[in-house]
């Protein structure tokens, strides 16, 4: 199953991303990717900024993504301000 959703996000980041990547950028994207799922991950500011070549402005959008929903709220979730700014970290990463 865990081989099959990270095929997915693959799949996502090959099909939407329009710009040059290194390796930690996609693998930022991957991790991003399988956690927001694919439509999430189609639609993001994140990808739009970045197919504009605005790279540290796509960096900076990871962080916006922090929230779950809990009795149908949207909270900030202290996890996800830590998988954000890894991905973000990684993705800013030079190889």
């Given amino acids: ?6 095929q997915v996000a ?3 980041v090959r099909t939407h ?3 040059p990547l290194n390796q930690n950028q996609f693998d930022a994207l991957v991790s991003f990717g399988y956690n ?3 439509k999430n991950f189609e639609d993001s500011t994140l990808i739009k900024r970045l ?6 402005e796509a960096a900076s959008e990871f962080k916006r993504w922090n929230k779950i ?6 909270v900030v ?9 890894r991905e973000e970290a990684l993705f800013r990463k030079e190889p």
């Fill in 1 to 6: 199953m865990l081989k099959r959703d990270v």
């Fill in 10 to 12: 693959t799949d996502a």
């Fill in 77 to 85: 979730s202290r996890g996800l301000i830590k998988r954000r700014a």
């Fill in 51 to 56: 197919n504009n070549g605005a790279y540290d």
């Fill in 69 to 74: 929903t809990v009795d149908g709220k949207k």
């Fill in 36 to 38: 927001v799922g694919a």
């Fill in 17 to 19: 991303v329009s710009v």
